[in-house]
Nanobody
Framework: VQLQASGGGLVQAGGSLRLSCAAS????????MGWFRQGPGKKREFVAA????????WYADSVKGRFTISRDNIKSTVTLQMNSLKPEDTAIYYC???????????????????WGQGTLVTVSS
């Protein structure tokens, strides 16, 4: 499995960015997909996840109402739309693919077995 994340960059507070992750290597539509982030000096944390069929989404409290996760099972991509960005959103963002087919628990690091290389998001104040 290969996951290629893109879309990071430098943005001012209040701005928006759209992250994308392209997946290849196994049946994309059978697995949940997630986004995690790791800020400077911090542990990697859950940001958002979407179920295998896109029917359910999960968000960290810190991003609810500002970030939206979506997926395209035809194109094997998952997207994270980030609005109203804050300096505390600065981090390397990683996309990940779930470890279990049609999983229902998707917010923990151990729920994922494949990770992309990360894309840096920097939000200036």
């Amino acid at each position: 499995v290969q996951l290629q994340a893109s879309g990071g960059g430098l943005v001012q507070a209040g701005g928006s960015l759209r992250l994308s992750c392209a997946a290849s290597g196994r049946s994309f539509s059978s697995y949940s997909m997630g986004w995690f982030r790791q800020g400077p000096g911090k542990k990697r944390e859950f940001v958002a996840a979407i179920s295998w069929n896109g029917g359910r989404t999960w968000y960290a409290d810190s991003v609810k109402g500002r970030f939206t996760i979506s997926r395209d099972n035809i194109k094997s991509t998952v997207t994270l739309q980030m609005n109203s960005l804050k300096p505390e959103d600065t981090a390397i963002y990683y996309c990940a693919q779930g470890v279990r087919v049609r999983a229902t628990v998707v917010t923990r690091l151990e729920d994922y077995d494949y990770w992309g290389q990360g894309t840096l998001v920097t939000v200036s104040s």
